[in-house]
């Protein structure tokens, strides 16, 4: 899998969870525990701009620069410790399916910010020849 595909579905994801945060804020809160509604529609904001950036990062079959990835990278895994360290804490994600469905996600997008590492461009700016 290339990097541009990792990307890629690193920005659909994003907009997915983005969309679902944004339209139904009070939902989503609801099945994590105690979050505020309006918390998860920024953070649905934000996940859509971060799409929208992951996208414009592998626009026209452009290798994305070193410091994108580490950039996307880098927010993918404070997601993944920011959800761990809610669960763990108790704080407001805290129903049973909240805490699968937020470990589920994590997982994902762990995968997906490892992928991203694995696959980081060169400091020249050219692509990994092989992984």
């Known amino acids: 899998m290339t990097l541009a595909t990792v990307l890629r579905l690193n920005a659909a994801s994003c907009l997915g969870f983005g969309m679902l945060f944004l339209a139904m804020p009070g939902v989503v809160a609801a099945a994590l525990g105690t979050p505020p509604a309006w918390l998860i529609a920024v953070l649905g904001a934000g996940l859509i701009g971060n799409a929208a950036l992951l996208w414009l990062s592998v626009r026209g079959g452009r290798v994305p620069r070193r410091a994108e990835v580490l950039f996307f990278s880098i927010g993918d895994a404070i997601w993944v410790a920011a959800t761990l360290a809610l669960i763990l804490s108790g704080v407001w994600i805290v129903t049973p399916g909240g805490r ?27 692509a990994r020849s092989s992984l």
Do not use: S, W
């Open 100 to 126: 699968v469905a937020a470990l589920a996600v994590a997982v994902m997008v762990g995968a997906l910010g490892f992928a991203q590492r694995r696959r980081l461009p060169n400091p020249d700016g050219t």
